[in-house]
């Protein structure tokens, strides 16, 4: 079985494809002797797991992680062999239950009259496929006894008559070695810090462990034709530190970490980027391939951003939990806004046991992206049972827990569903966003209902809560290359008039309602489902195809998404763009 790569369509056994409960992973490895003879700790980890995983080496149990998006690491120091090869086993088993992040249940019905002795099925509150398997990269990596363990990097910048000075407060945490939990302080060595340029240079230095240092005449982080156009997006500079022993004239730990220099601010009636407004054009997304499942794929991933971009979107949601870190390599290099989002899709019930899944769901999420310069607002879910009155208490507790782990104090928002009459929002919500499918699943066809009930909607939610408003999904199910005129649901041509008509319906809110912050279509490209009655193979709302072709509409976005970023910044429309047809549109 490869890795990383979920299991369901590797082989040709649909028991495989189906398969609920535990599965098994075994491989061996061999160590370098000179790990020992150097004394290094010596350190497993696992970017992801589908959903629960328990790893054993030399059989030795070393670690157990729940949840199925998310890395953990092991310390195998004392394990690990030299004189032989290692035996790595990993069992891993996908069932969901009420109180795991996300929530399912298994159906085991006792008629053995109407159905086999080991029949089981598993309901979720999601409608993508549930694949598993190690998803994300598994390294062996070693350090020092003494080495660098967390980084801390918050961003600001100040601006003194033309010259605009960036300001980079920072915190390294230095731990000591095998089986202690001690932070060391500066009493046992320095921190040497030193910020370099994308060209390598020395732009600011300090010696301690935390502190903040200035670089004048900065490069500000911009998102993705969002900034002036004078401006480079997405500028990285590198954090460098290295760990000197009292005593020692060679670094004892190094490491490298790119960041970006930037601002974030939700207000009541905008959302601000190094202070000026932004306006989200983008998509709902998933981690979602043909074979390979959720397994990372360079070659698709760099594909996927290529298509954002010649889309022009700037932004996207990582539907509906956290995405791979290599995924986020690239959005911070390309300057793709990214709003981060927990696997807590459809979440009902609300017992003590799932909250405390999710408080642990969201501290190793903003752990691990807090240092993200894309990564600009937290969502703590997507269509939760909102209505129901335990919510109120439990997002309550989510979203102040949220705010206090992250020191970039990103804006934080829930993705909502139900209707505003009847939702029981929390307190603390920076921003509102919403899914709303008009004309889609009500009003089924009738695209003349979307200019009343957009606008209608955006403001009521407004009202209700004096919070900035995000469409964060609408989008209309197609089948590529089907046809009909005049159009019908279904049809490549019904998906193009359902699109253009939200277009026109955004521009009158965004020429007239500040606090309207911006459109996300569902979906970036069709992706894979439960077997369904309604669905063929998998939701087809994708402006591409899951093979990653555009259907007509995507040359329609891709118009509206340029259009916007000439408009709002002057950015120059591509070449290649029939501006006087598209245009013509909205």
């Known amino acids: 079985m490869p890795v990383p790569s979920s299991f369901n369509d590797i082989t040709q056994k649909k028991s495989v494809r189906d398969h609920i409960g535990w599965v098994w992973y075994e491989t061996t490895f061999w160590s370098p002797k000179r790990w020992f003879q150097d004394e290094k700790n010596v350190f497993i980890r696992f970017g992801s ?147 370099r340029d994308k060209n390598g240079h020395k732009v600011g230095v300090a010696r301690t462990c935390s502190g903040i240092i200035q670089i004048p005449n900065v490069h500000l982080w911009w998102p993705y034709l969002s900034g002036p156009t004078h401006e480079e997006p997405a500028y990285l500079y590198t954090f460098e530190v290295s760990w000197i022993l009292h005593g020692r004239n060679i670094e004892d730990d190094v490491y490298r970490l790119q960041f970006g220099i930037r601002t974030v601010e939700s207000t009541n009636t905008s959302f601000l980027v190094n202070g000026h407004p932004f306006y989200f054009r983008g998509f709902g997304r998933h981690e979602d391939y043909n074979i390979r499942g959720r397994g990372v794929d360079l070659v698709h991933l760099v594909k996927d951003h290529n ?93 102040n827990y949220t705010k206090e782990l992250d020191p970039g104090k990103r804006p934080v928002t829930i993705v909502l569903s139900q209707g505003f009459p009847n939702d029981n929002g929390p307190k603390g919500l920076d921003v509102i966003s919403i899914n709303r499918y008009f004309a889609w699943y009500g009003d089924t066809g009738r695209t003349e209902v979307i200019p009343f009930q957009i606008p209608t909607e955006v403001q009521s939610w407004y009202s ?39 277009f026109k319906a955004f521009d009158v809110l965004r020429k007239s309602l500040p606090y309207f912050i911006g459109e996300m279509i569902w979906n970036f490209a ?39 970023a000439n408009d709002t910044q002057g950015y120059s429309i591509p070449t290649d763009l029939d501006a006087a047809y598209f245009r013509t549109t909205f």
């Not at 990596?141 to 000075?165: E, G, L, R």
């Not at 995000?470 to 019904?494: C, K, Q, R």
């Not at 894979?528 to 195809?545: D, L, N, S, V, Y």
């Open 49 to 195: 797991a589908n959903y629960f995983a328990v790893v054993w080496m030399n059989g030795e149990h070393v670690t157990n992680h729940t949840g199925g998006h998310l890395p953990f690491v092991a310390d195998v120091t004392n394990v690990v062999r030299y004189d032989r090869p290692n035996l790595l086993v990993v069992a891993l088993n996908n069932t969901l239950s009420q109180t795991t992040i996300p929530q399912g249940s298994l159906y085991q019905p006792t008629d053995h009259s109407r159905y086999p002795m080991d029949f089981t099925s598993q309901n979720y509150n999601f409608d993508y496929f549930h694949f598993a398997g190690i998803h994300r990269p598994v390294y062996i990596y070693t350090t020092p006894k003494i080495y660098i363990d967390d980084i801390t990097i918050v961003t600001s910048y100040q601006t003194d008559v033309a010259i605009v000075s960036g300001i980079i407060g920072y915190t390294v945490k230095i731990k000591e070695s095998l089986g202690s939990n001690s932070i060391l302080d500066e009493a046992f060595g320095n921190c040497i810090v030193a910020i």
């Open 307 to 399: 298509l954002l971009k010649w889309s022009g979107a700037n932004s996207y949601r990582t539907s509906h939990y956290p995405y791979a870190e290599e995924i986020l390599d690239l959005t911070d290099r390309l300057g793709i806004v990214v709003i981060d989002e927990s696997p807590a899709i459809g979440l009902s019930g609300y017992e003590d046991a799932l909250l405390g899944n999710h408080l642990d769901v969201m501290e190793e999420l903003v752990q691990r992206d807090k240092n993200r310069p894309s990564v600009l607002m937290w969502s703590l879910g997507n269509e939760p049972k909102s209505m129901e009155n335990n919510s109120v208490k439990y997002f309550e507790t989510v979203v």
């Open 464 to 502: 209700k809560y004096n919070k900035s408003v995000l469409i964060t999904e609408y989008g209309a199910g197609t089948v590529a290359g089907m046809h009909m005129n005049p159009s019908f649901t279904w049809t490549e041509d019904f998906q193009f008039d359902y699109h253009n008509a939200h």
């Open 526 to 564: 069709d992706f894979a489902t439960p077997q369904e009655t309604f669905r063929p193979w998998g939701c087809m709302k994708g402006i591409f195809t899951r093979e990653r072709q555009p259907k007509q509409v995507a040359h329609l976005v891709r118009s509206r998404y340029w259009h916007l």
